[in-house]
C-alpha cells in the first residue's frame, strides 16, 4: 500500500477560500477596534491631565491652570507662580508642572472643546473649577472622536470638582456611561 502524503490542490483551494473569507469578514472590525483604542488612549490622557492638574492644586493649595494647545497638548502649571518661599532649592508652584501630547499614539483622533475657543480650566485649592484669572471661558466639555467613520467616541464632563468619561452615544437612563 502506497500512502499519499500532503494536500491535494483541491484542499488547498478551498482552505485558502476559507480563509480569505475570514480575513475579509475580521479586518474591517479589527479596523473599528484599532481606533476605538486610540480614541480610548487619548481621552484617558486628557483625562489624566485633568486629574493631576486638580490634585497638584489641592496639593499646593494653589490656582493650578490645565490647557489644551492647538495641537492637542496639555500643560499644568500655577496660574501665579510662586518662587521657593520655604528655601528648599525649589519653586512652590512653578509655571509649567508637566506638559504632554494628548494624542500620543492616536494619530486618527480629533479633539474638540466646549465651549468652542476656550483652552484653559482653572482648579483652585480645594479642588474646584474655578474662573480663569484671564477672563477666557473654562473648559467644561472635551469630545475626543476618531477621524474616521465606525469609531465610537468618548466625552470628558469637567463639573465643579468632578472630571469623568462618558458616552455621548448612550441614552439610557441609569446607565453610567451616559453623559448627564
Known sequence: MNRQQGFTLVELVVTLSVLAILLAVA?????????????????????????????????????????????ATWT?????????????????????????????????????????????????????VTFNNDGSNVMRQIDIAATEANANGLRILIRGGSVHFCDPNISTVGDPRVCA
Open 27 to 71: 479586518v474591517p472590525s479589527f479596523r473599528e477596534m484599532l481606533l476605538n483604542f486610540q480614541v480610548r488612549a487619548a481621552a484617558e490622557g486628557l483625562n489624566t491631565g485633568l486629574q493631576l492638574a486638580r490634585a497638584e492644586a489641592i496639593r499646593r493649595n494653589a490656582n493650578v491652570v490645565f490647557t489644551l494647545s492647538g495641537n
Open 76 to 128: 499644568i502649571g500655577c496660574q501665579v507662580v510662586v518662587a521657593d518661599a520655604d528655601s528648599d532649592g525649589v519653586d512652590d508652584c512653578p509655571e509649567v508642572i508637566q506638559n504632554k501630547a494628548a494624542t500620543e499614539g492616536a494619530v486618527s483622533v480629533a479633539v474638540d472643546v466646549v465651549p468652542a475657543g476656550a483652552t484653559t480650566v482653572t482648579f483652585n485649592g480645594l479642588g474646584r
